[in-house]
T-cell receptor, first 113, second 114 residues
């Protein structure tokens, strides 16, 4: 069964460093998302991506964040200069059509020291 | 504004008990979807069910059942004869057909004790 994959599963970084989180969505899906979940809290929407551009972003998704689909299969989230409060689980999700279910990857646990 | 409320923060039951997780939502969209996801201790988000706003038929799948009532904006989830493996955080989510994003509730932590 097709699934969304994410790498790395865990990442530890120093404050101020850049990180890139990688996702491979399900191959025939058209809509891509990043969400984050701070430990013990709810899952929060960061950004949606369709047709090679951002379709919506939340207040959390400021200038330090960017997304890219560099090669038609990967979908990346870059945090330019990490802060302590960026420590969270980051989930990638994808869905096929406008009405379809979003399927989530296993997440990348980011710890900023 | 769109919002999902899961008023129950934590529920603890003994194995084989039935348990219902509550979800109330707010939206002005006429077309929308509701979801339940399960997050086991390992952390991944597992899709359980999707319901669209036009379909109020309740559904049963094995030990799981869902009660969607548009009149009260509720989408409750019941586990019958709970098992220890059901222990997880359960999230209700609202999908807006306009924006595509999922809006999650705070989650309900279910602990099933042997």
């Amino acid at each position: 069964e097709p699934e969304v994959t994410q790498t790395p599963s865990h990442q530890v970084t120093q404050m101020g460093q850049e990180v890139i989180l990688r996702c491979v969505p399900i191959s025939n899906h058209l809509y891509f998302y990043w969400y984050r979940q701070i430990l013990g809290q709810k899952v929060e929407f960061l950004v949606s991506f369709y047709n090679n551009e951002i379709s919506e972003k939340s207040e959390i998704f400021d200038d330090q964040f960017s997304v890219e689909r560099p090669d038609g299969s990967n979908f990346t989230l870059k945090i330019r200069s990490t802060k302590l409060e960026d420590s969270a689980m980051y989930f990638c999700a994808s869905r096929g059509g406008a009405q379809e279910t979003q399927y989530f990857g296993p997440g990348t646990r980011l710890l900023v020291l | 504004a769109q919002k999902v409320t899961q008023a129950q923060t934590e529920i603890s039951v003994v194995e084989k008990e039935d348990v219902t997780l509550d979800c109330v939502y707010e939206t002005r969209d006429t077309t929308y979807y509701l979801f339940w996801y399960k997050q086991p201790p390992s952390g991944e988000l597992v899709f359980l069910i999707r319901r669209n706003s036009f379909d109020e038929q309740n559904e049963i799948s094995g030990r799981y059942s869902w009660n969607f009532q548009k009149s009260t904006s509720s989408f409750n989830f019941t586990i019958t004869a709970s098992q220890v493996v059901d222990s997880a955080v359960y999230f209700c989510a609202l999908h807006s057909s306009n924006t595509g994003k999922l809006i999650f509730g705070q989650g309900t932590t279910l602990q099933v004790k042997p």
